[in-house]
């Protein structure tokens, strides 16, 4: 699955949320979850492809962070990313373009309909550690120029999307790293240096 995955240390037995963000099985929405426990601390996986499935994570696994509304929208933002845009490959333009349209969601839906698009899941891994936690967001897709969405962009103000990115970085995390192509993304809140704040 993915790197420091250990099979024999998985315990699947209640880390997946059910509908209420509470612990539970994972048949209400289908979400795959895995956990091993490693040196430097436990890591657990979840599978997620839609849009309702990233609304049911975000805000489970917000409530793990000291302030979980907000962990909760920066996870929610970058979740969404990995889907529409990674796994379902929509652009910047075409999502403003469909949102100024009022077609979005039934775009987003259309897609995940489609048999292309049927097993293909994105991942978000989670390890706490001593210091805090991190989030690592993987999707399939081809990647893309990160670097340009990192901060508030004056031209892109007006858009009805094209922040989240910025917003995730500069409001959320200690710490966000975008890796290789840009189809994973790691987003680190650091404890010790928010209880300082």
Known sequence: MTDGYDPDGCNLDGCNPDRDGQDGGSADLGVNCSTASRRDGTVTEFQFRTPDEVNLLARWLGG???????????????????????????????KKNLV?????????ARRLALPA????????????????????????????DWSRYLDFDPSRLADPTGRGIAMARQLVFSELEYRGCGNEVRASLYFDTMAAA
Request: proline share 3%; net charge negative.
């Open 117 to 144: 698009n049927a097993e293909r899941f994105a991942e978000i891994r989670v390890r706490r550690h001593a210091g805090g936690i991190d989030f690592v967001i993987r999707d399939r897709g081809e990647g893309f």
């Open 100 to 108: 100024q349209a009022g077609h979005f969601e039934a775009e987003v």
């Open 64 to 94: 793990l962070c000291p302030d979980p509304s907000e962990a909760e929208g920066g996870l929610a933002e970058l979740m969404l990313n990995a889907v529409e845009h990674g796994n379902l490959g929509i652009d910047y333009t075409e």
